[in-house]
């Protein structure tokens, strides 16, 4: 199969890699690496979630970081909606495209969303038919897609079931999610393989969490398949709160730095994204978990 020649970034830094965050990050912080990103020209940015502030502390400002980002035409800013009542605090903060999130895994879907897999599902039929009157685009998740915290192995044939339900129920692309980063390339291409049977394959995105280090071979694989969506994080940062030990998603400018050499056009500049990179692991008071930024770094 050929490369794709563009592939699409979704940029999961200021939700996934936040969320996690013990201490509060200010919401002129979140404000400022979400126009960073725009600036660097990433054209589709995940910018917080409206889900129980209990749940995810560190998200309860998304409302107030979707009114201070300066949007820019063209780029999509998103955030998760679990139910009903997150969808409304979504459509309230002017929010333009959602996400839903499904788990392949029974416990992680309990743990997680504090329901099962079927009763996910049908939460989000009223956030889709209410998505359609408002004209909002959703995107939908599946978590655990080549590994569970609580499961271990899970069966692509699982994971297919869940992605052709939220296709079928209007998500317009499904994002595979390696929550914890245990998927290998080979474990990636099978997958793909599968769910590929359902859902086309212009309709699924990849989310490797990076934990064993092979989210950049993942996304080869993936590429290989005719995948062109990957889901990445700025300075690699992140993980879930349900899912211990996991790292973040995989670092924005690792993937760009691979794209760029494989010619693959992405619309982001490599110093600029590794600009927001060094100015928000300032303000977590850490270094960048990208390479590519640090080698970028050494050379000066
Ligand atoms: P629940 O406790 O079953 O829900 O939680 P509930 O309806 O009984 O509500 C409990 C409380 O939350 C109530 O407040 C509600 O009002 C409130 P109280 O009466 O106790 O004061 N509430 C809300 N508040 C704000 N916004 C809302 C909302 N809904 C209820 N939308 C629920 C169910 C889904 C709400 C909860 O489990 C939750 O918020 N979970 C979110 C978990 C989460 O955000 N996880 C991280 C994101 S997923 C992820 O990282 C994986 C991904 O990256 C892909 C991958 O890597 O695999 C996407
Ligand atoms: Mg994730």
Not at 94 to 118: D, L, P
Not at 191 to 219: C, M, S, W
Not at 222 to 230: C, K, M, W, Y
Request: aromatic fraction near 6%.
């Amino acid at each position: 199969m050929n490369m794709p020649s563009h592939v699409r970034i979704v940029e999961v830094g200021p939700r996934d890699g936040l969320q996690n965050e013990r201490n509060p990050i200010e919401v002129s912080q979140k404000i400022r690496l979400v126009d960073d990103l725009s600036a660097a020209g990433l054209e589709h940015i995940e910018v917080g979630s409206f889900v129980s502030p209990k749940w995810v502390p560190q998200m309860a400002g998304s409302a107030e970081v979707f009114a201070g980002i300066g949007r820019k035409p063209g780029i999509t800013y998103a955030a998760l909606t679990p139910n009903r009542r997150g969808f409304e605090a979504a459509m309230a903060a002017g929010v333009t495209e959602v996400a839903v999130f499904a788990a392949a895994s029974e416990s992680f879907s309990q743990r997680n969303i504090n329901c099962s897999i079927a009763e996910s599902l049908s939460r989000f039929v009223p956030i889709m038919d209410a998505a359609r009157l408002h004209g909002v685009r959703v995107r939908g998740y599946v978590s655990c897609a080549l590994g569970c915290p609580y499961e271990g192995m899970i069966d692509p044939e699982q994971v297919m079931v869940v992605a052709r339900d939220l296709y079928t129920m209007g998500c317009y692309e499904i994002s595979l999610g390696d929550t914890i980063g245990v998927g290998t390339a080979s474990a990636t291409r099978t997958l793909i393989e599968v769910v590929g049977g359902k859902v086309p394959r212009e309709h699924l995105a990849g989310h490797f969490h990076d934990t064993y280090g092979q989210a950049l071979a993942n996304i080869y694989a993936s590429l290989q398949e005719g995948i062109a969506v990957f889901d990445c994080s700025i300075a690699g940062l992140g993980g879930c709160p349900y899912a211990t030990g996991a790292s973040g998603n995989v670092a924005t400018e690792d993937v760009v730095y691979l794209l760029n050499g494989l010619g693959i056009e992405t619309g982001v500049d490599l110093e600029q994204v590794a600009y927001a990179g060094r100015a928000i692991s300032q303000v977590l008071g850490r270094t960048s978990g990208s390479k590519v930024s640090a080698a970028l770094s050494a050379r000066g």
